[in-house]
T-cell receptor
Framework: NAGVTQTPKFQVLKTGQSMTLQCAQDMNHEYMSWYRQDPGMGLRLIHYSVGAGITDQGEVPNGYNVSRSTTEDFPLRLLSAAPSQTSVYFC?????????????????FGNGTRLTVT | RKEVEQDPGPFNVPEGATVAFNCTYSNSASQSFFWYRQDCRKEPKLLMS?????NEDGRFTAQLNRASQYISLLIRDSKLSDSATYLCVVTKARADSNYQLIWGAGTKLIIKP
């Protein structure tokens, strides 16, 4: 039972480079999301999706793109990496998009990607 | 001001002791509240929801005080395995009438033998 698979685990980029963080879930979850976690701050929502073909912006969407062509996959694209995007990124999914993260629809997280932009 | 605030700690507590920490939130319209646990360099995992009447799950007790806008987590008979960062999470209404989570930065707990 794979759950949420997130790749890569580590990545170093130079300023201006682009890359895609992959996220896949095999639980048929409706809701998928990307967070970033920085020291001294709570997880901040980048983008989310409540179903295939539907995406929306979270709190900190600038510099990132997403797409949801299938229920299973939700890749996050960094268009032109900047040092401010150095962070730990988590993909998370839940059964329902109504109150993702609740007891009835807990968030399932990937293992995280540690990204450094130099 | 952050929407969800927590004392970052660390709380250094001897094994077997009781420890409690609070979390304050600024949005009085928040409807749901949770505690997540995050081990070092790992992903967060749901520990428990927080209900209006307070709730208990084994050694863990969560309380909600809507008037003062804070939630608390009490851990009794603490174990070494309780060492982690505890994340306070509250919901916020989205424009589409659903909800998103607002996360606190976490309180680090270290249980010492």
């Amino acid at each position: 039972n794979a759950g949420v698979t997130q790749t890569p685990k580590f990545q170093v980029l130079k300023t201006g480079q682009s890359m895609t963080l992959q996220c896949a879930q095999d639980m048929n979850h409706e809701y998928m999301s990307w967070y970033r976690q920085d020291p001294g701050m709570g997880l901040r929502l980048i983008h989310y999706s409540v179903g295939a073909g539907i995406t929306d912006q979270g709190e900190v969407p600038n510099g990132y793109n997403v797409s949801r062509s299938t229920t299973e996959d939700f890749p996050l694209r960094l268009l032109s990496a900047a040092p401010s995007q150095t962070s730990v990124y988590f993909c998370a999914s839940s059964y329902s998009g109504r109150v993702p993260g609740s007891y009835n629809s807990p968030l399932h997280f990937g293992n995280g990607t540690r990204l450094t932009v130099t | 001001r952050k929407e969800v605030e927590q004392d970052p700690g660390p709380f250094n507590v001897p094994e077997g002791a009781t420890v409690a920490f609070n979390c304050t939130y600024s949005n009085s319209a928040s409807q749901s509240f949770f505690w997540y646990r995050q081990d070092c360099r790992k992903e967060p995992k749901l520990l428990m929801s927080v209900y209006s009447s307070g709730n208990e799950d084994g050694r863990f007790t969560a309380q909600l005080n809507r008037a003062s806008q804070y939630i608390s987590l009490l851990i009794r008979d603490s174990k070494l395995s309780d060492s982690a960062t505890y994340l306070c999470v509250v919901t916020k209404a989205r424009a589409d009438s659903n909800y998103q989570l607002i996360w606190g930065a976490g309180t680090k707990l270290i249980i010492k033998p």
